[in-house]
Nanobody
Framework: QVQLVESGGGSVQAGGSLRLSCAAF???????????MTWFRQAPGKEREGVAV????????YYADSVKGRFTISQDNAKSTLWLQMNSLKPEDTAMYYC?????????????????WGQGTQVTVSS
């Protein structure tokens, strides 16, 4: 059974940066063996939304318009780790952030496609 474990959340002021990480454990042995890896976030009272996707096979990346140009998703296959570099943070980025993995990359923004989920890490941005 694959386990995903996020870390790196915290509290920062607007304009600051954070780097989230997601480590994969389990039979796959590597982030590379999970074709579609995505960072989702969910703020209180709001639906879970995808913010950044990486196709681990070819490295293609996709971003939600709300984070484009500020967030960068990357992978380190050797360490079985997924990263999310978040710069120029805004108060509206405040949410619980989750990494998720899907066996296929179809509609990569649809949370229902994802089989593996981490427990989440909280990001709070103050103005």
């Amino acid at each position: 059974q694959v386990q995903l474990v996020e870390s790196g959340g915290g509290s920062v002021q607007a304009g600051g940066s954070l780097r989230l990480s997601c480590a994969a454990f389990g039979y796959t042995g590597s982030i590379y063996n999970i074709p579609c890896m995505t960072w989702f976030r969910q703020a209180p009272g709001k639906e879970r939304e995808g913010v950044a996707v990486i196709y681990t096979g070819d490295g293609s990346t996709y971003y939600a318009d709300s984070v484009k140009g500020r967030f960068t998703i990357s992978q380190d296959n050797a360490k079985s780790t997924l990263w999310l570099q978040m710069n120029s943070l805004k108060p509206e980025d405040t949410a619980m952030y989750y990494c998720a993995g899907a066996p296929i990359c179809g509609n990569h923004w649809y949370a229902g496609n994802y089989r593996y989920w981490g427990q989440g890490t909280q990001v709070t941005v103050s103005s």
